[in-house]
């Protein structure tokens, strides 16, 4: 198993084939906001503060990312490859972020309770319930040296 911080050059790279994983194994969860932000972003922003993506490997095959913008106060998602859910990855990569980050912010629909799982597993705290961009109920979850207040900047 191999947890990688995509780097600029890397992440232009691999977008396309990021894509591809999020759409076959997103299960319709990840939000058509989250998609365009993901394929519009410019790679160079990978190096401000507060912005990440991480992919997870096992034996040179995609098995689950984490892509976070403005430590999840603006865009946030995990993809697990459908054949390797429930083995621990998503906490793996949300935890990896989490390191790099020292806080994390993540919106979660009400209903997807393997997302709110992963989120609680690591100590995540619920401070927030708002109507998603989907129009569901979502669970504002944070993460360490967060602060209420960012969660008001969406």
């Not at 394929?39 to 922003?45: G, H, N, V, W």
Request: proline share 2%; with cysteine; glycine share 8%.
């Amino acid at each position: 198993m191999f947890i990688h911080e995509l780097s600029p050059a890397l992440f232009s790279r691999t977008r396309e084939k990021l894509l591809r994983f999020i759409h076959v194994h997103g299960d319709r969860r990840i939000t058509a906001r989250a998609i365009r932000w993901l394929r519009a972003l410019p790679a160079e922003m990978l190096e401000e503060e507060g912005n990440i993506v991480l992919i997870y490997t096992q034996n040179s095959k995609l098995l689950g990312c984490i892509a976070v913008y403005g430590y999840g106060t603006q865009e946030s998602f995990l993809v697990v490859h459908q054949k390797a859910r429930e083995q621990g990855i998503g906490t793996a990569l949300t935890n990896a972020a989490l390191s790099r980050l020292g806080k994390l912010y993540v919106r979660v629909a009400a209903d997807n309770t393997a997302s709110l799982k992963t989120c609680f597993t690591i100590g995540m705290v619920a401070f927030a319930c708002v109507r998603g961009v989907t129009g569901k109920p979502t669970l504002w979850l944070a993460a360490v040296d967060w602060r209420k207040e960012d969660g008001k900047t969406i």
